[in-house]
């Protein structure tokens, strides 16, 4: 069975940063591209960034962009994100999420993890 | 980046109805879309893929179809359970960007 399990959320204060976590298992990890994508809160589905499979090819939104890093270890079966400078509009819930491979949308999700970037 | 948007951003409907959701890019994407379901506090769930296949799992009422810059979402037989939000997603270049959503309510 595939599980996504995400950790590391919390109340952070603007300007900080946060770091979440994704441990997968039930696949093989090190075959597929994994994305992060965020909710805030009442809002829609926002895609944040992806890291293909060996990390050669990595992927960010426009905003998040030099704020952000997304980073893998498929020893470790687990998927980063490095959130610096964080903004009160950087508040939502992160999912972990699989990208399907062959390459055909998101088939796997976590059940997200809340960053409250609030002073 | 890809603009998606999707029509109606709510409606209603009732249990049996024939229901079609709009999702149309701003730019051409060959039939690199999928439709998500999300229902409050869950994660999305992967309805349709390549705008018109059917994930292994989603019942066949539901169904897709369109390519390069126009997609829908048809859901033949409106079941309880089908009352959610739905967002199309285009895969076909980075970023990725989703719709903004439709919220299905039940009349």
């Known amino acids: 069975e595939v599980q996504l399990v995400e950790s590391g959320g919390g109340l952070v204060k603007p300007g900080g940063s946060l770091r979440v976590s994704c441990a997968a298992s039930?696949?093989?990890?090190?075959?597929?591209?994994m994305n992060w994508v965020r909710q805030a809160p009442g809002k829609g589905l926002e895609w944040v960034s992806s890291?293909?499979?060996?990390?050669?090819?990595?992927y960010y939104a426009d905003s998040m962009k030099g704020r952000f890093t997304i980073s893998r270890d498929n020893a470790k079966n687990s998927v980063y994100l490095q959130m610096n400078s964080l903004r009160a509009e950087d508040t939502a819930v992160y999912y972990c999420?699989?990208?399907?491979?062959?390459?055909?949308?998101?088939?796997?999700w976590g059940q997200g993890t809340l960053v409250t970037v609030s002073s | 980046a890809i603009r998606m948007t999707q029509s109606p951003s709510s409606f209603s409907a009732s249990t049996g109805d024939r229901v079609t959701i709009t999702c149309r890019a701003s730019?051409?994407?060959?039939?690199?879309l999928a439709w998500y379901q999300q229902k409050p506090g869950k994660a999305p769930n992967l309805l349709i893929y390549?705008?018109?296949t059917l994930q292994s799992g989603v019942p066949s009422r539901f169904s897709g179809s369109g390519s390069g810059t126009d997609f829908t979402l048809t859901i033949s037989c409106l079941q309880s359970e089908d009352f959610a939000t739905y967002y199309c997603?285009?895969?076909?270049?980075?970023?990725?960007?989703f719709g903004q959503g439709t919220e299905v309510e039940i009349k």
């Open positions: 997603q285009q895969y076909y270049s980075y970023p990725q960007t």
């Open positions: 730019q051409g994407i060959s039939n690199y």
């Open positions: 039930g696949f093989i990890f090190s075959s597929y591209t």
């Open positions: 999420a699989r990208g399907s491979v062959p390459a055909a949308g998101i088939d796997y």
């Open positions: 390549a705008a018109s």
């Open positions: 890291i293909s499979s060996s990390s050669s090819y990595i």
